[in-house]
């Protein structure tokens, strides 16, 4: 039971470096979540994705991209990374038309900008 | 604004003993209510949600919550608690006519032996 699956686990980028965080889930849900947690703060939306083909900004979006790339794959992009940035970042699923389902977590990837 | 209130954010507790963790949000609209669960470095696990109905919610692991709507709080409690419940847990709700949860900041409990 993979569920939801992010790649990489860790990585430290430079000031300025551009890098894509990968997420695929295999429950054939059709919501997909990104989020970024921080210490004090609890986990913040970037972006989701309500059902393939769509889009739309969460609580702080400035400095991402995201691409539905299909149904299992929701990517998240940096295309020019701040220390602001430094965080740890959980893509999230969910069964879509169901608005009070919950959300299934990927295990994180840790992000340190330098 | 409609927000999560997690007042505690870190709360001690010896094994054995209950704990309650709080929650309250502030919301015009209906709500759905969850907790969730996150155990170091892992992804955030559903430990049980208020959809309708009883007031009372039983979830994973022993936990329960009582949803209470004139105080619009969904606190968290365990009559006993192990070694094994030192996580942070994470009070979420979602409004009605919406796919997006707003989470608390967290509480962290740390059970001592």
């Known amino acids: 039971n993979a569920g939801v699956t992010q790649t990489p686990k860790f990585q430290v980028l430079k000031t300025g470096q551009s890098m894509t965080l990968q997420c695929a889930q295999d429950?054939?849900?059709?919501?997909m979540y990104w989020y970024r947690q921080d210490p004090g703060m609890g986990l913040r939306l970037i972006y989701y994705?309500?059902?393939?083909?769509?889009?739309d900004k969460g609580e702080v979006p400035n400095g991402y991209n995201v691409s539905r790339l299909n149904k299992r794959e929701f990517s998240l992009r940096l295309e020019s990374a701040a220390p602001s940035q430094t965080s740890v970042y959980f893509c999230?699923?969910?069964?879509?038309?169901?608005?009070?389902?919950?959300?299934?977590f990927g295990d994180g990837t840790r992000l340190s900008i330098l | 604004a409609q927000s999560v209130t997690q007042l505690d954010s870190q709360v001690p507790v010896f094994e054995e003993a209950p704990v309650e963790l709080r929650c309250n949000y502030s919301?015009?609209?209906?709500?759905?209510l969850f907790w969730y669960v996150q155990y170091p470095n892992q992804g955030l696990q559903l430990l049980l949600k208020?959809?309708?109905?009883?007031?009372l919610v039983k979830g994973i692991n022993g936990f329960e919550a009582e949803f209470n709507k004139s105080q619009t709080s969904f606190h968290l409690r365990k009559p006993s608690v192990h070694i094994s419940d030192t996580a942070e847990y994470f009070c979420?709700?979602?409004?009605?006519?919406?796919?997006?949860?707003?989470f608390g900041t967290g509480t962290r409990l740390k059970v001592l032996a």
């Open positions: 429950m054939n849900h059709n919501s």
């Open positions: 208020y959809l309708s109905g009883s007031t």
């Open positions: 994705s309500a059902s393939e083909g769509t889009t």
């Open positions: 999230a699923s969910s069964v879509a038309g169901m608005e009070n389902q919950p959300q299934h």
């Open positions: 919301s015009s609209v209906s709500v759905y």
């Open positions: 979420a709700v979602m409004h009605s006519g919406t796919y997006k949860y707003i």
